[in-house]
């Protein structure tokens, strides 16, 4: 028989690996093909960037999400998708990811961290895109052909949260998805062109590198916005920023938007001591004021 101490470290273990940080799920999507002229020679990789000074993930070949639970007592139905950044070439995992995901299970939001597909690399992604990044012909066609697929990636992740919806105890018309960098950019190609399974009911593009150009309409059933970058981005993304922002206004859609003086390009949910750390609690506030914190 168990003496009494054994029972109850048998049930501090019980609940430890039943928490959601030892029950994540990952999640293998049924996306679009990769072509054959892609391939992926390297397996995919998760390693620490000297160069960027963060935890990356490169060389993603089929598309994934882990599921971040909220405590079911703070669940509030609502789902977001969290894409990361690092130029199509990595993904920026822990400050555009899983810290993302932690805010939102803290707020009883259901997090859906995605790694869409990222163009082949070597042994260091974080070090080819440092080089090929200055020459834009270059690196696009290096990435290019990546593009579609990870936009598809993140169509077909709406299109799963929204078809499993009472599985994770989301309400069908509470699933947003934000995108960093290029990240951001998966996330305005799912903005710009949806079905209606796979529209998001709000994004939040976050010094997003693509968001369609000059000549793009807003569609029609254009969801709310929460649009954030810095004054000081490297890469000039805050003047996308601000042309979304006006696009959007000017077509009596509902976007916000937060132009942060300071902060640089890829700050995530890092903490720098600079006005963009709060921009995490100006998004809780914007997602209170449409009632998808209740």
Same mark, same amino acid.
């Given at each position: 028989m168990l003496k009494m101490k054994n029972l109850h470290l048998l049930a501090f273990l019980l609940l430890g690996f039943s928490s959601p940080a030892f029950s994540q799920k990952v999640i293998e999507l049924n996306s679009i093909p990769s072509p054959s002229e892609i391939k992926w020679d390297r397996p995919e990789?998760?390693?620490f960037s000297q160069i960027w000074q963060t935890e990356v993930v490169t060389n993603v070949s089929k598309?994934?999400?882990?599921?971040?639970?909220?405590?079911?007592?703070?669940?509030?139905?609502?789902?977001?998708?969290?894409?990361?950044?690092g130029g199509f070439? !990595?993904?920026?995992?822990?400050?555009?990811?899983?810290?993302? #995901? =932690?805010?939102?299970t803290k707020h009883g939001i259901t997090a859906f961290v995605l790694k869409y597909r990222?163009?082949?690399?070597?042994e260091d992604a974080t070090a080819e895109f440092m080089q090929a990044v200055g020459d834009r012909e270059g690196f696009m066609k290096k990435v290019g052909t990546v593009i579609p697929l990870a936009v598809a990636d993140g169509r077909a992740a709406i299109e799963y949260v929204r078809s499993h919806a009472a599985e994770y105890g989301?309400?069908?018309?509470?699933?947003?998805?934000m995108g960093f960098s290029?990240?951001?950019?998966?996330?305005?190609g799912v903005v710009y062109d949806h079905t209606p399974t796979s529209r998001p009911d709000f994004a939040g593009p976050v010094y997003s590198a693509l968001q369609g150009d000059g000549t793009t309409p807003v569609p !029609?059933?254009?969801?709310?916005?929460?649009?954030?970058?810095? #004054? =000081?981005?490297?890469?000039?993304f805050q003047n996308q920023s601000a042309d979304i922002f006006k696009k959007w206004n000017a077509a009596g859609k509902p976007v916000e938007l937060h132009i942060y003086e300071k902060g640089g390009h890829?700050?995530?949910a890092k903490k720098q001591g600079m006005p963009s750390d709060k921009w995490l609690d100006a998004f809780g506030e914007w997602l209170k004021s449409h009632g998808w914190m209740n």
């Open positions: 990789r998760q390693y598309p994934t999400m882990t599921v971040h639970l909220p405590d079911p007592n703070l669940a509030n139905g609502t789902a977001l998708i969290i894409a990361p950044g070439m !990595a993904h920026s995992i822990n400050s555009e990811g899983n810290w993302v #995901a =932690d805010w939102a990222l163009a082949p690399s070597g989301i309400k069908s018309d509470r699933i947003g998805i290029a990240g951001g950019g998966v996330v305005g !029609a059933d254009a969801m709310p916005l929460f649009v954030v970058c810095s #004054a =000081d981005d490297v890469f000039g890829g700050f995530g």
